[in-house]
C-alpha cells in the first residue's frame, strides 16, 4: 500500500509539473495569435470589398518574443530532472518486482549453479537413506 502512495505523489508532482510547463509556453502563444489579426481570413475579406475604408492608426508596443538563455537553460535543467525522476521511478520499481541478492549477483555462471544444486539433492538423497534404514 505504501509503494501505491509514493507511485500515487510521484505521478502528480509530474503532472503538476507537465501543466505549469504548458501553463507557462501558452499565454506567449495566445498573444501573438491576437496581435497577427486574423491571417488569410483577413486578406480574403479585404480583397471583396469595393471601397476602400479608412482606419484609424493605432500605435501598439509589441515585445518581440525572444527566448533568453536563462530560460531556456533553465527549461532543459527542468527537463532533465524529470527525464532523472522518471528513470529512478523505472529502476525503483524493477527492483522491487525482481529482487537479486548480492550472492547471485557475485556468482558466476549456471554450470556452478547446477553443480551446487546437484552436490546439495545428492546429500538430501543419501540423509533420507540413512533415514530410512534407521526406522526399519
Same mark, same amino acid.
Request: charged share 20%; hydrophobic share 65%.
Given at each position: 500500500m505504501k509503494s501505491l502512495h509514493? +507511485?500515487?505523489a510521484s505521478l502528480s508532482v509530474c503532472a503538476v509539473l507537465a /501543466? @505549469?510547463?504548458a501553463g @507557462?509556453? @501558452?499565454p506567449a502563444a495566445v498573444s501573438a495569435a491576437s496581435l497577427t489579426g486574423g491571417g488569410a481570413l483577413t486578406e480574403l475579406t479585404e480583397g471583396a470589398q469595393s471601397t476602400p475604408t479608412q482606419t484609424a492608426a493605432t500605435t501598439t508596443a509589441t515585445e518581440s518574443t525572444t527566448n533568453s538563455k536563462? *530560460?531556456?537553460i533553465l527549461a /532543459?535543467?527542468?527537463a532533465f530532472a524529470l527525464l532523472i525522476g522518471i528513470a529512478f521511478v523505472? *529502476?525503483?520499481d524493477a527492483r +522491487? *518486482?525482481?529482487?537479486v541478492t548480492e550472492s547471485q549477483l557475485n556468482e558466476g555462471g549456471s @554450470? +556452478?549453479?547446477s553443480a551446487a544444486r546437484f552436490q546439495r539433492r545428492r546429500a538430501k538423497a543419501k540423509a533420507a537413506r540413512r533415514q530410512r534404514k534407521r526406522n526399519r
Open positions: 509514493h +507511485r500515487a /501543466l @505549469a510547463f @507557462a509556453s @501558452a536563462s *530560460v531556456i /532543459l535543467v527542468a523505472i *529502476v525503483r +522491487r *518486482v525482481a529482487p @554450470a +556452478r549453479d
